[in-house]
Nanobody, 118 residues
Framework: QVQLVESGGGLVQAGGSLRLSCAAS????????MAWYRQAPGKQRELVAA???????NYADSVKGRFTISRDNAKNTLYLSMNSLKPEDTAVYYC????????????WGQGTQVTVSS
């Protein structure tokens, strides 16, 4: 079992910044592929950014150049640094993990709300 606990969400004005954190349980965090998803009201859940166990990253086009995903394996923590935030970034953000034998992301955090005011 892997437990994921997000923090760092909140209310911010457009153009501002936030950093989300995700603390993960488990002794082999470094072997997990990790990602951030988000879901806005009335919209489908979407992949925001992903980072592999080898630290390869990819981003949704809508956040490229503004968001940065990173991981600290020594702290079992995943981060999402968000800059130049826009009202359309408002959503619940979820930390997800894909463990070694899984074919898709199989662990999800409870989510943290990010609200960007115009």
């Amino acid at each position: 079992q892997v437990q994921l606990v997000e923090s760092g969400g909140g209310l911010v004005q457009a153009g501002g910044s936030l950093r989300l954190s995700c603390a993960a349980s488990g002794s082999i965090f470094s072997m997990y592929d990790m990602a951030w998803y988000r879901q806005a009201p009335g919209k489908q859940r979407e992949l925001v950014a992903a980072i592999s166990s080898g630290r390869r990253t990819n981003y949704a086009d809508s956040v490229k150049g503004r968001f940065t995903i990173s991981r600290d394996n020594a702290k079992n923590t995943l981060y999402l640094s968000m800059n130049s935030l826009k009202p359309e970034d408002t959503a619940v953000y979820y930390c997800v993990a894909k463990t070694f034998s899984a074919s898709e992301y199989n662990y999800w955090g409870q989510g943290t709300q990010v609200t960007v005011s115009s």
